[in-house]
């Protein structure tokens, strides 16, 4: 769960760091979101189940270091979405809201996707990016 959650964050980071503009940031950064290998959607998938995990405190002090480390990295990435929202408001390029919450309705739209996607499946993860950044762009426009 750590490895894959590290892996979004640097993917995240790689994706907005320097982009001056706050809409390309976002749209580079739901891309990048879907920008994996089957391999990838698999980790992903078992992130996404098996998520619950990570509210219960581990009785294995290796386990609970592990589990803390994944909460650290969810709240890490909660943190990275919420600031790049708040810099597009406060820049005039977002609707304002509250980006905290608007951070957690857009992760919940970007990884619930891995409890349905197939690759194999009739619907491709090109299509399902493209929808997403849409929807994404829409959620925080003027």
């Known amino acids: 769960m ?4 590290q892996r979004s964050l640097e993917m995240f980071v790689k994706a907005t760091d320097g982009r001056p503009d706050p809409m390309e940031a976002l749209r580079e950064a739901v891309r990048s979101a879907y920008a994996v290998s089957d391999r990838d959607v698999a980790q992903m998938r078992i992130l996404q ?3 619950a995990i ?12 592990e589990r803390l480390a994944a909460r650290e990295l969810v709240h890490r990435i909660e943190d ?7 810099r597009g408001m406060d820049e005039g390029a977002f609707v304002h809201r509250d980006a905290h919450t608007l951070a957690l ?3 919940g739209m970007i990884v619930s996707v891995w409890r ?9 993860l090109s299509d399902v990016s ?8 829409r959620m925080v426009a003027l």
Do not use: F, H, I
């Not at 750590?2 to 959650?5: G, I, K, V, Y």
């Not at 990570?54 to 270091?65: D, G, M, Q, T």
């Open 54 to 65: 990570l509210a219960v405190p581990r009785s294995s002090k290796k386990e609970e270091a």
């Open 116 to 124: 349905w996607y197939r690759p194999r499946g009739p619907v491709t």
């Open 2 to 5: 750590r490895l894959e959650l």
């Open 49 to 51: 189940n098996n998520l």
């Open 130 to 137: 493209e929808l997403t950044e849409d929807c994404c762009v």
């Open 105 to 107: 309705n857009m992760l």
């Open 80 to 86: 990275a979405w919420t600031a790049l929202l708040q």
